[in-house]
Nanobody, 113 residues
């Protein structure tokens, strides 16, 4: 299992970013995928989940209505579209395959006020 996150950066509050996670080493199209985030000194927080076919999504209350998870099973990639970003969204963002404990290196999102 290999996961490579990208797309993070520095953005002003109210702005948008799209994160990508390129997956390999497993059958991506059969896998439920999730995004998590972590702030130093705090536990990793679940953000969003998408079913294997993409037809079902779930979100943490803290991001509902602002973030959107999607996937491309041809490109073996899962995305997280983040809008109306807040300072409290600042974190290292990771993707993860359900049932696996393998994590990528993450991508840093920093939201300035």
């Amino acid at each position: 299992v290999q996961l490579v996150e990208s797309g993070g950066g520095l953005v002003q509050a109210g702005g948008s970013l799209r994160l990508s996670c390129a997956a390999s080493g497993f059958t991506f199209s059969s896998s439920v995928m999730s995004w998590y985030r972590q702030v130093p000194g705090k536990e990793r927080e679940w953000v969003a989940r998408i079913s294997s076919g993409g037809g079902s999504t779930n979100y943490a209350d803290s991001v509902k209505g602002r973030f959107s998870i999607s996937r491309d099973n041809v490109k073996n990639t899962v995305y997280l579209q983040m809008s109306s970003l807040r300072v409290e969204d600042t974190a290292l963002y990771y993707c993860k395959r359900f049932g696996s404990e393998t994590w990528g290196q993450g991508t840093q999102v920093t939201v300035s006020s």
